[in-house]
């Protein structure tokens, strides 16, 4: 029988995994902790990892989980900016789940752009507190607005199909455009100047970290909502909230944060938070954070027990799979 070990194990990992697991041959071994260089000794005499979005495997990691004897890492996600790919080669295969629920994921960055645009957080704290004052709450019509969609994958397209629905014009980028009907396909730079929404779905790269910086938040129209569900690092946060404070962002809805690793995921709520920019994120009511949930429908979490799995399975049978993930010399 294979043994896994699993890191980062939260309740919900346990009850999918636990549900599809008994259709294979595995063993998995729960463990709460991250994993990096100094957890991966865990992974001993297990014969692969599964790890989720904030496990760091470096150098190092890689290293150290195969002379523990891992074959296989099975990302229970579909990035994989968190993998030194490149060092991987040789030690140890990768293969993660391209798609689990698209929908999850463009349904939740709709849910963030009506939350921020109408206030409804802020509202939801005013009555509770019988304050029926409509101050503060003007929202706008999303119909006839422009969204900029970086990054049309399964993902992207799944939002801009949301944000027909909504009546709104929709301008794309990618480097590897699809044919979508309704959609203008534009460089970068004409899409930040003519959206008043920008919406990141693109995977986080060498190329593009920071692609939201103070230079390309300029030209953007002024009173521009941002939203993220892609990657933290896709953003500079503080230049963001600089933005915010001259009024040239006027809402961000963000589902990741460049360093979320200390506290997504977790209940942190009696210590306290050593990073300044996440608490002026927190504290500025037109951003909107939540704590990287946009892949959670009971779907997705069905989808992601079953297809890691079913990869680790090929992987064992010595099957070709086309989940591995390789190492490309641009990513
Ligand atoms: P995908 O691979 O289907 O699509 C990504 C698209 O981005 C591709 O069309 C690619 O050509 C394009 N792209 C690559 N580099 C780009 C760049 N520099 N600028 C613009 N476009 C670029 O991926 P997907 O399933 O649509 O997922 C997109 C991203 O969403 C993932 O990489 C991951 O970071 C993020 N994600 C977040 C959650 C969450 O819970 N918040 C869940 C799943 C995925």
């Known amino acids: 029988m294979k043994k896994i070990a699993f890191f980062d194990t939260k309740p919900y990992d346990v009850e999918w995994f636990d549900r599809y697991k008994k259709q294979y041959d595995f063993e998995i071994q729960y463990f709460e902790a991250k994993l990096g260089v100094s957890t991966s000794v865990m992974a001993r005499g297990c014969d692969a990892v599964v790890a989720f979005v904030n496990d760091e495997m470096n150098a190092e990691t890689i290293d150290s989980l195969a002379d523990c004897g891992v074959t296989a890492i099975g990302l229970r996600c579909a990035g994989f900016n968190n993998v030194d790919l490149k060092h991987a080669e040789g030690k140890l295969k990768v293969y993660r789940v391209p798609a689990y629920s698209p929908n999850a994921v463009a349904e939740h960055a709709m849910a963030l752009l009506l939350c921020i645009n109408r206030k409804v957080h802020r509202a939801y704290n005013r009555v509770r507190e019988y304050n029926f004052s409509l101050k503060g709450l003007t929202g706008f019509d999303l119909k006839g607005k422009t969204v900029g969609v970086v990054g049309t994958g399964k993902i992207g397209k799944a939002f801009v199909d949301i944000c027909k629905g909504f009546g709104m014009k929709i301008?794309?980028?990618?480097?590897?455009?699809?044919?979508?009907?309704?959609?203008?396909?534009?460089?970068?730079?004409?899409?930040?100047?003519?959206?008043?929404?920008?919406?990141?779905?693109?995977?986080?790269?060498?190329?593009?970290?920071?692609?939201?910086?103070?230079?390309?938040?300029?030209?953007?129209?002024?009173?521009?909502?941002?939203?993220?569900?892609?990657?933290?690092?896709?953003?500079?946060?503080?230049?963001?909230?600089?933005?915010?404070?001259?009024?040239?962002?006027?809402?961000?809805?963000?589902?990741?944060?460049?360093?979320?690793?200390?506290?997504?995921?977790?209940?942190?709520?009696?210590?306290?938070?050593?990073?300044?920019?996440?608490?002026?994120?927190?504290?500025?009511?037109?951003?909107?954070?939540?704590?990287?949930?946009?892949?959670?429908?009971?779907?997705?979490?069905?989808?992601?027990?079953?297809?890691?799995?079913?990869?680790?399975?090929?992987?064992?049978?010595g099957n070709k799979s086309e989940n591995e993930v390789l190492f490309k010399p641009k990513e």
Do not use: W
Not at 178 to 186: F, H, K, Q, T
Not at 199 to 221: D, E, F, G, S, V
């Open 171 to 317: 301008l794309a980028y990618d480097p590897y455009p699809s044919d979508l009907p309704g959609v203008d396909y534009v460089e970068l730079e004409e899409l930040l100047r003519g959206s008043h929404i920008i919406a990141l779905h693109c995977p986080l790269t060498l190329q593009n970290y920071h692609m939201i910086n103070k230079n390309t938040l300029r030209i953007m129209k002024d009173g521009v909502y941002i939203i993220n569900t892609s990657r933290g690092a896709l953003i500079d946060a503080e230049a963001l909230l600089d933005a915010i404070k001259t009024e040239k962002v006027a809402g961000a809805g963000l589902d990741v944060y460049e360093e979320e690793s200390d506290f997504f995921f977790e209940d942190v709520s009696d210590t306290v938070v050593n990073d300044d920019v996440l608490k002026l994120l927190l504290s500025t009511p037109n951003i909107l954070i939540t704590s990287h949930q946009a892949f959670l429908t009971e779907e997705a979490l069905q989808a992601i027990a079953e297809i890691t799995l079913q990869n680790l399975k090929n992987h064992f049978d």
